[in-house]
C-alpha cells in the first residue's frame, strides 16, 4: 500500500483541526441566501476582489472600483484578472495535465509584464548551461513534477491541504518568470474548484492573504523550510485565509443583497 506524502501534515499540531474548522466556516458561508438567486453575480464579485488582492500581494496594489471602472492598465493587475477569469475552463484539464495548466496560467497572467519567449516556460526549461543553475534548474524542474503528481490523484488530504502545499510549493519555487505569485495563488484557487470543494469558485481565499499579508509572507518563507515548524505555520496561515474569505463570501452576499 503507497504511503500518502501529504498525510504526516495532518499530524502537525492544530494542522487537522483547523483544515475542519475552516472547512465548516466556507460550508456556512455558502448558505447565504443571495447565492440563490445571484450567485452569478457574487462569483464576478469574488473573481475581481481575488484579482485586486493577488496582484497586490505582488507589489501592484489598486483601488478596487477604480479596477471595476477599468482605468488600471497595469500588466500584473490585468494579469491576475485574466487567470481569475480563466479559472472554471481549467478544471478539466488541471488533474489530467498540472504543468500544462500551471503554464497556461503563466501565459495568462505575464503576458505584457514579461518577454513572450517566456511565457509558460518555467525556469528550468529556459537553462542549457551545464553548471550549477543548470543543476538548481533540473530540481525544480523534479518538484515541479513531484508536484504535478500530488494534483494528478497522488494524494488524499483534504483539498484545502493540497491547496496549501500547492501554493506553498510555487511560492517557494518561483519557476516562473515575473508574477510567479500571481500563478502560485491562481493554482491554489484552481485545486480548490477542481476538486469540487468550491466549484462556483466563490472562496477569495486570495483577500484572506491579503488581509493577512505579514502572516503570509513570514509564513510562506517558513513553509520553503521544509522544518515541521515552517509546515505548520504556513497550514495554519491558509486556513486563516480560508476563514477571512469566507467571511469576504458573506460579505459580499450582504452586499449584494442590500442593492437588489
Known amino acids: 500500500m503507497t504511503t500518502d506524502p501529504l498525510a504526516p501534515l495532518l499530524e502537525l499540531a492544530d494542522v487537522a483541526a483547523a483544515a475542519q474548522q475552516a472547512r465548516e466556516r466556507f460550508d456556512e458561508a455558502l448558505g447565504h441566501r443571495a447565492l440563490r438567486r445571484h450567485g452569478g453575480q457574487v462569483a464576478a464579485e469574488v473573481s475581481l476582489r481575488s484579482a485586486v488582492a493577488s496582484a497586490a500581494l505582488e507589489g501592484y496594489a489598486h483601488d478596487r472600483e477604480a479596477v471595476r471602472a477599468g482605468t488600471v492598465t497595469d500588466p500584473v493587475l490585468q ?15 488541471w488533474p489530467k495535465a498540472p504543468r500544462q495548466a500551471l503554464a497556461r496560467l503563466h501565459v495568462l497572467a505575464a503576458r505584457d509584464a514579461v518577454p513572450e519567449p517566456e511565457l509558460g516556460r518555467p525556469i528550468a526549461e529556459r537553462v542549457h548551461q551545464v553548471d550549477v543553475v543548470a543543476s538548481a534548474a533540473a530540481g525544480l524542474g523534479a518538484r515541479l513534477d513531484n508536484l504535478a503528481a500530488l494534483v494528478a490523484g497522488g494524494t488524499r488530504v483534504s483539498p484545502l491541504v493540497l491547496a496549501a502545499v500547492v501554493h506553498g510549493e510555487l511560492l517557494a519555487l518561483r519557476p516562473f518568470a515575473g508574477p510567479s505569485g500571481v500563478v502560485a495563488r491562481g493554482a491554489a484557487r484552481l485545486v480548490l474548484l477542481a476538486s469540487g470543494t468550491d466549484p462556483r469558485g466563490l472562496l477569495p481565499v486570495d483577500v484572506g492573504h491579503h488581509e493577512r499579508e505579514p502572516e503570509y509572507v513570514g509564513a510562506a518563507g517558513a513553509f520553503a523550510t521544509g522544518t515541521p515548524d515552517g509546515l505548520r505555520s504556513w497550514l495554519r496561515h491558509y486556513m486563516n485565509a480560508v476563514e477571512v474569505g469566507a467571511d469576504e463570501l458573506t460579505r459580499i452576499g450582504d452586499e449584494v443583497l442590500a442593492a437588489s
Open 79 to 93: 494579469g491576475a484578472l485574466r487567470v481569475a477569469g480563466a479559472l472554471p475552463g481549467l478544471i478539466e484539464l
